[in-house]
């Protein structure tokens, strides 16, 4: 299973669910069947590594990803930020919605469920 937590860094709201985002990576790391991932949408003022850099400054350890073309955006169809999606087995989409509500869904499908 594969937690993507979509932002960018023109996004408020985004940085306020970081502290959320850090709990549940802390939490769900060391299940080697869950991953995390920040996935940071480029936007064109952004410099290069600007959003890696910003979240290690304020000591979030998640791991990220930067895209910078909409074909995950695509994939996924996600219009606006922030956004949680999890993906089951490779390609099932499982989950739409925010961070906060990740936990029943991951309790459920942990261990292979």
């Not at 299940?31 to 920040?38: D, P």
């Not at 000591?59 to 089951?88: A, E, G, N, R, W």
């Not at 961070?99 to 942990?110: P, Y």
């Amino acid at each position: 299973m594969v937690i993507f937590d979509f932002w960018h860094t023109a996004c408020g709201v985004c940085f306020r669910e970081f502290p959320v985002l850090q709990k549940k990576y802390g939490k769900y790391k060391n299940i080697e069947e869950i991953e995390f991932c920040a996935v940071n949408i480029h936007i064109k003022r952004d410099t290069l590594n600007q959003a890696v850099n910003t979240l290690r400054r304020l000591q979030y350890t998640f791991p990220v990803m930067v895209v910078d073309d909409d074909t995950l955006l695509k994939k996924f169809k996600v219009s606006s930020v922030p956004v949680t999606i999890i993906i089951k087995n490779g390609m099932y989409m499982v989950y739409k919605s925010d961070i906060e509500g990740v936990d029943n869904l991951i309790e459920k499908f942990k261990h292979g469920n």
